[in-house]
């Protein structure tokens, strides 16, 4: 079972609030993920992190994104201006790096703009 | 483009039968293909993993069958039960610490 841990489970917004939500990634894992899940079941990369540094991100959505990974704190992931097309389930999963393949997902923050 | 697809959208059996789950993947560097399990209201848990150099991989009542050179897969869940019902996701990256690529999921039902 995994034991990424990801909060708030549910964030409720108004359009033009900022959301944020955080990860904690399993113990020992350096490499962290940021993943956008649709109500159509369509998943998005957002961007990933390997200890504080960003090692792949998409052009993240008009810059209205922002993540980050410190040092012994949460990551967290925030969007700035929320729209409503930003509802969705937003995953975090860490791995082991190394060479171990295996991504292991939280349960994901829920977002709904309204 | 899509780079992992999935058939059948849905499907649904009955309990102790075998569902059978496809997968393609555009993409020839793909390496390594996740199977992760999802519950309505939870995170995809990883079910199954097949890297390309195997052509079969099993795990109790579920096994992946590869064929690398058509850029196929399948998850085959034998003796089903009601407790499988859920959306399985076909994955596929290309090397560690990548991104996975996910396909658009099959809904399972399983009638008991």
């Known amino acids: 079972n995994s034991k990424v841990i990801q909060t708030p489970r549910y964030l409720v917004k108004g359009q033009g609030q900022k959301a944020k939500m955080r990860c904690i990634p399993e113990?020992?894992?350096?490499?962290v993920f940021w993943y956008q899940q649709n109500k159509n079941n369509e998943f998005k990369f957002l961007i990933n992190?390997?200890?504080?540094?960003?090692?792949?991100q998409i052009d993240m959505t008009e810059k209205r994104f922002s993540a980050e990974c410190p040092s012994n704190s949460p990551c967290s992931l925030e969007i700035q201006s929320s729209e409503a097309g930003d509802s969705a389930l937003y995953l975090c999963?860490?791995?082991?790096?190394?060479?171990?393949?295996?991504?292991?997902f939280g349960p994901g923050t829920r977002l709904l703009v309204l | 483009q899509q780079q992992v697809r999935q058939s059948p959208q849905s499907l649904t059996v009955w309990e102790g039968e075998t569902a059978i789950l496809n997968c393609s993947y555009e993409?020839?560097?793909?390496?390594?293909f996740p199977w992760y399990q999802q519950f309505p209201g939870e995170g995809p848990a990883l079910l199954i993993s097949i890297r390309s150099v195997s052509d079969k991989k099993e795990d109790g009542r579920f096994t992946i069958f590869f064929n690398k050179r058509e850029k196929k897969l399948s998850l085959h869940i034998t003796d089903s039960q009601p407790g499988d019902s859920a959306t399985y996701f076909c994955?596929?990256?290309?090397?560690?610490?990548?991104?996975?690529?996910f396909g658009d999921g099959t809904q399972l039902v399983v009638k008991p």
């Open positions: 999963a860490s791995s082991p790096g190394l060479g171990e393949d295996t991504q292991y």
């Open positions: 993409d020839s560097t793909f390496n390594y």
């Open positions: 994955a596929a990256r290309r090397n560690s610490n990548n991104r996975i690529f």
């Open positions: 113990k020992g894992h350096p490499v």
């Open positions: 992190f390997q200890n504080q540094e960003v090692l792949q």
